[in-house]
Structures are given as C-alpha cells and as structure tokens.
C-alpha cells in the first residue's frame, strides 16, 4: 500500500479551479512533487519544492502544503488537463521514494 | 538536454531475470539520484529503487530481494536487474533522474524526478 494517500477520481467544469490533495506523514518533513501522465506517456514534472515549475509548465499550475496534506491546483483548467496525476515523496525514513495512488483528472 | 533512451529485453519467460539499461546522454551523474520505476498495465506509479553518484541503492522494501541496480560511469549508463520474474512483473518500466534536497539549505526536504525514459514495455508469460 501507498504512503500517500490520493482520491481516485477528481472532476472539474472547463475552465473552473480543481485541487488534487495527496495526504501522507511524510509530507509533515517533505514538499511533494506532482507528475502529470497521459495514456501511453512516461509522467511529466509539473510542480517540485515548495511550488516551483519546470520550464514549460503553464503557471496555472500551482503547488502548496499544510501539516500532512499538500495539494496540486489547476486554476482554469483546459480539456489538455485530463490527466492522471501523482504525488511523489521520499518515506519517513528518507531512505525510500513513494508514490501516491493516483488521481485520475476529468474535465467536463 | 539530458535524455535517457532506455532500452532491454520485453519478453520473459517466468523465472528468468529482467534486464534494462538507461543511457545517460548529456549529461553527468554527479549529484543526482538515478531510479527506476514500473507501471502495471492499468494501476499506478511503484518506485523500484535508486543509486545515487557514489553507487549508493536503496530498493523497495517489496523488491529488495529480487533488485539489483547498478551504475557504469565509464560508459554513462545505469541498469536494472529483477531475477525470478513472474507475471505480476508484466509492466512499463521507466528510468528517471531524481534529485534530493536534504541537507542545511533546504528550509523543507523534498525529492522530484525531473527526466524520464519513456519506459520499456516488459511482459511476463510462458
């Protein structure tokens, strides 16, 4: 099982603002990172640190963390958002990586 | 631009070993954390292991007994070994450069995989 715990299935109105949360004990020590993957692509980094974008990635993306919870936020989402998208860490103990479970993004 | 074009062999038999290897082109392993990851047909992200710079790994508690990663600095390269394959291993398997922020410059630790192999599909099946 997960050391981040994410909901399966987020939906949000086109153009609307959508917060995907990934929950976990370590993340009380770690700023989570987020991955955006579509069908058939490897994941792609879309939010690391404390809310820091790669190149390329659009701002309305945006990151942020309290207490065990951090949280992604797509403000005006796009239909090019649907998307599964996970939350990754490293554990409690530093020593290994986890992944949360997944969050499959629909934009209606 | 760093890229990794993984490649190795797709089609096992049960018990045999898998075997990929991840290219780095463009450039080094110093300072960074080199990881594999699968995907199940259908389900999530599983982090497999990792080696840092200084050949250091650590594997999942799940795959310790089965995972050996390894680094080839004269050649720029990682590899992933997992023996005694099943089908529960049947799975897309990506490389990926990790960096860790953990030490007195960090105000909070956090870790990403910024690079990506677009994954090898690896199937298990007599």
């Known amino acids: 099982s997960s050391e981040l715990t994410q909901d399966p299935t987020v939906s949000v109105a086109l153009g609307q603002t959508v917060r995907i949360t990934c929950q976990g004990d370590?993340?009380?020590?770690?700023?989570a990172s987020w991955y955006q993957q579509k069908p058939r692509q490897a994941p792609l980094l879309v939010i690391y640190?404390?809310?820091n974008r790669p190149s390329g990635i659009p701002d309305r993306f945006s990151g942020s963390s309290s207490g065990n919870t951090a949280s992604l936020t797509i403000t005006g989402a796009q239909a090019e958002d649907e998307a599964d998208y996970y939350c990754?860490?490293?554990?409690?103990?530093?020593?290994?990586?986890?992944f949360g479970g997944g969050t499959k993004l629909t934009v209606l | 631009q760093v890229q990794l074009p993984q490649w190795g062999a797709g089609l096992l038999k049960p018990s045999e070993t898998l075997s990929l290897t991840c290219p780095v082109y463009?450039?080094?392993?110093?300072?960074?954390?080199w990881n594999w990851i699968r995907q199940p047909p259908g389900k999530g992200l599983e982090w497999i292991g990792e080696?840092?710079?200084?050949?250091?790994?650590n594997y999942s508690p799940s795959l310790t007994s089965r995972v050996t990663i390894s680094l080839d600095t004269s050649k720029n390269q990682f590899s992933l070994k997992l023996s005694s394959v099943t089908a529960a291993d049947t799975a897309v398997y990506y490389c990926?450069?990790?960096?860790?922020?953990?030490?007195?410059?960090?105000?909070?630790?956090?870790?990403?995989?910024?690079?990506w192999g677009k994954g090898t599909t690896v199937t298990v099946s007599s």
């Open positions: 990926a450069r990790g960096w860790y922020c953990n030490g007195a410059g960090c105000y909070k630790y956090y870790y990403y995989m910024d690079v």
């Open positions: 370590s993340l009380r020590n770690y700023y």
């Open positions: 080696i840092n710079h200084s050949g250091s790994t």
């Open positions: 463009g450039g080094s392993f110093s300072g960074y954390y």
């Open positions: 990754n860490s490293r554990d409690s103990s530093g020593n290994h990586v986890v």
């Open positions: 640190d404390k809310n």
